[in-house]
């Protein structure tokens, strides 16, 4: 194991530019000056986030390993960008390493975060590298472009336009548990825990430790011009479905039996003893997209076969959800939201 404190600040950012190789025609200073210079695409608008992850808050280092932190720290902001119907161009990763962790585990850190941006095509230009006094400190920003005229909001959606959500919601949340709770059974029978968790990982932990963002499904909907509004389901269905709902000044119907659930969740709920709807609708960090379809646009949306299941409406009054035999429920907001315990 490499100390830090062997190679230094200096040391470890020339090796992370080694790492990520070659400039880009994008961005050709690359990292090492005092600023990266970029070049976007002609008549595009720039598209800008920012994302912290926190040991303690976002993360335990007991059962993250460092490469799906940094694969997931990436996948956290280009979610954002596929959320506008964009396309992501260049990140920014800036770091609090606090004493302890080693050269190695920096390295893999990085080596997950450029696993997911490579795919993407996606530069590094740049960052920030500071000791910590504490904890691991992680915030990675995303440059990304978008064709004004074509870009998603959260405003947008109107009453009788239909809801949809890509893939399965709940996952990750459920992988968390599962993850905590493994955890804890090992602590009690004093054995370690970060061993345990080098691989083979389940369905639902692997979609909690390595979201994976539907940016192909952004662009898609963005340049169809069928989506009225789009949001990534980061917070839980029933908070981010509140956002667009907030920010468009409609309301919703939602049908319980509508939303998608894995198998895997279904599963798990019944050795976790809840139900696999709490997931869905509180859960967050799936990463998926929510957006709403014009009904004129119904026809055209089907036939782009975008994976997606249609789970509700947008109306004039309340977001409800109603269950299966009929009875509607107010959808209150329960995902997460930080200072609120
Ligand atoms: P300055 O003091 O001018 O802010 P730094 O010494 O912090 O410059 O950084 C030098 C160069 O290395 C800059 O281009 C910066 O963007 C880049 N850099 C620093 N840390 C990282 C990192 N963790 N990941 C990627 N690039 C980094
Ligand atoms: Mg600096």
């Not at 490469?67 to 161009?89: E, F, T």
């Not at 870009?151 to 009453?159: D, H, I, S, V």
């Not at 599963?267 to 609708?281: C, E, G, M, S, V």
Request: aromatic letters at 6%; proline letters at 4%.
């Amino acid at each position: 194991m490499m100390k830090l404190s062997d190679l230094g600040e200096f040391g470890l950012i020339s090796q992370i530019e080694k790492a990520f190789g070659k400039k880009s025609p994008g961005a050709p200073l690359g990292i090492g000056d005092d600023a990266a210079a970029l070049f976007v695409s002609p008549g595009k608008t720039l598209l800008a986030t920012t994302d912290m992850l926190l040991e303690g808050v976002h993360f335990d280092l007991s059962y993250t390993d460092f490469y799906s932190l940094g694969w997931k720290s990436a996948a956290v902001n280009l979610s954002d960008i596929a959320a506008m119907g964009g396309i992501p161009r260049f990140s920014l990763t800036a770091l609090g390493i606090p004493e302890g962790i080693s050269v190695e585990q920096v390295n893999e850190f990085y080596k997950g975060f450029k696993a997911l941006i490579r795919k993407y095509k996606v530069d590094l230009v740049g960052g920030d590298t500071c000791s910590s006094e504490v904890d691991l400190v992680v915030s990675v920003t995303v440059l990304g472009e978008v064709e004004e005229k074509k870009m998603l909001t959260r405003a947008g959606a109107k009453p009788g336009d239909r809801i949809f959500v890509t893939g399965t919601l709940g996952d990750s949340a459920a992988g968390l548990e599962l993850l905590l709770a493994k955890g804890k059974g090992l602590r009690a029978k004093g054995k370690d825990v970060n061993s345990a968790f080098r691989i083979p990982h389940s369905a639902l932990i692997k979609r909690h430790l390595r979201p994976v963002p539907r940016i192909e499904i952004g662009r898609k909907l963005a340049l169809s011009g069928c989506a009225t509004s789009m949001i990534d389901v980061s917070d839980g269905l029933s908070s981010d479905l509140a956002h667009i709902c907030e920010q468009s000044g409609v309301g919703a119907d939602i049908y319980a039996e509508k939303i998608p659930l894995s198998k895997e969740i279904k599963a798990a709920a019944k050795q976790l003893k809840t139900i696999p709807l709490h997931y869905a609708l509180s859960g967050g960090e799936d990463y998926e997209l929510l957006f709403t379809v014009t009904p004129s646009k119904l026809k055209k949306f089907r036939s782009l076969r975008i994976p997606s299941r249609e789970i509700g409406v947008i109306t004039r009054g309340e977001i409800d959800i109603i269950h299966e035999g009929g009875e509607r429920r107010r959808l209150e907001p329960t995902g997460y939201n930080h200072f609120r315990k």
